[in-house]
């Protein structure tokens, strides 16, 4: 196995599947048998899912909304995914631990890091909820935080693209993708892989990310045990 302890990171949008809002069913089971696999195969898991299917702080400032508000709604959010994936993923037989970077006693843990390495020792998949716990943060940024703090070997950042292309490959049929980028060209390039802060917090901690597609069946197995698949960032 080539990496032992991952962070995956998940958009809450990845989430909704074909509806245009909340939880789709049939995909949050996909993606709890996917990461069944990698689990059984003796990978130390931690995971860190977004909001963005149910909400965003940015949209509900547009609509009048205070952004700090908005903000902690949005954090509420990821601790609903963080509940679906961890209800999924224990259905299957995996143990698992939540933790949320906002004290909500009746339902997880709170935020530990030495507990949650614990946790991974054990062989509990870890789910960190409520992001980093502050606003004006994305959940981008917390995975990058939780997977420094951990000391995890790479951030698997899953999504609906196979990799980072030279163009957007949905808009441009000539777009190429890249098997390998170093963080400087990303961002020379001005590539899209993370948001400023989240992306700057791996290059400065020498902290791999693999974008890859997380809708292809055995996609984060095969990339766990070392196969080429997505774009890997380094430095
Ligand atoms: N959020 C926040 N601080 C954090 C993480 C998330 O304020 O540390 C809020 C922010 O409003 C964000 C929302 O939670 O828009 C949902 O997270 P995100 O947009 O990162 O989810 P994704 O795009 O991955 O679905």
Redesign the pocket.
Known sequence: MKYKRILLKL???ALMGNKGFGIDQERLMEYAQEIKTVYNAGCQVAIVI????I????QAEKGGMDRVH???M??L??VINSMAIQSALEGLGVHTRLQSAIKMEQICEPYIRRKAVRHLEKGRVVIFGA????????????ATLRAIEIEANVILKGTRVDGIYTADPEKDKTATKYETISFDEVYSKGLEVMDMTAFTLCKENNLPIIVFDMNKKGNLKNLVEGEKIGTLVEM
Do not use: K, L, V, W
């Open positions: 958009s809450g949008e977004g909001g963005g299917n909400f965003r702080g940015i908005g903000d902690y949005g954090m959010a990821t992001g980093t716990g502050n606003p004006y943060f994305t959940t981008d940024t917390a």
